[in-house]
């Protein structure tokens, strides 16, 4: 199952290119309510209650929600295969996160690009999102 993770409903082209060569995926925004971003991400992915394996893409800022969901996802017992990080804001490496393979998409000189470089993460150029829909 994929989840696409998105801080706003308005969904950024990002996000929309994802979803044409992913039409399965499933897009959640942060529950509504007075909690902080991540604890909200949380509770719509709960609510939702998907099926592992998980693949958790997020775009944009809504990177910064996964280590909180990368923890929520481990304490409900749900496996994540793979985080996919389109034009993200990255967010810090913790004891929980991450916990699975992370591809990053982003443009080849941008900060998220160096980061996940530093990280041996992979990374894939925006005109690449069809090539890992094949590799997945």
Known sequence: MILLLVNDPQLPPQAADFLGLHPEAITV???PGDADIPT???AAINALDPVSPLTIASVGSAALSLP???R???AHHRRVSE???L???VPAVSDAWPDARVTVIC???SQASLQARLRGWDVLLPDELAQWQTES
């Open 29 to 31: 925004i942060p529950a």
């Open 40 to 42: 909200r991400m949380c």
């Open 68 to 70: 909180a969901v990368a």
């Open 72 to 74: 929520s996802q481990r």
């Open 83 to 85: 985080y996919v990080l």
């Open 87 to 89: 034009e993200p804001e």
């Open 107 to 109: 443009g080849v000189d």
